[in-house]
């Protein structure tokens, strides 16, 4: 059961490490291309 508990933390870690550096990637055109291109090909991937 800890390590499941560990599990959850760390990846809330990485969601909230994602959510902060998304301002950061979007300020600069290029990259917010790339980002968007990739969120798209995820959530389609989803399906």
Do not use: H, Q
């Amino acid at each position: 059961m800890g390590g499941k508990k560990n599990e959850m933390k760390f990846l809330y870690g990485l969601l909230i490490l994602s959510i902060g550096l998304l301002p950061v990637l979007m300020k600069r055109p290029p990259k917010k291309d790339w980002l968007f291109a990739y969120m798209f090909n995820a959530i389609t991937n989803i399906f």
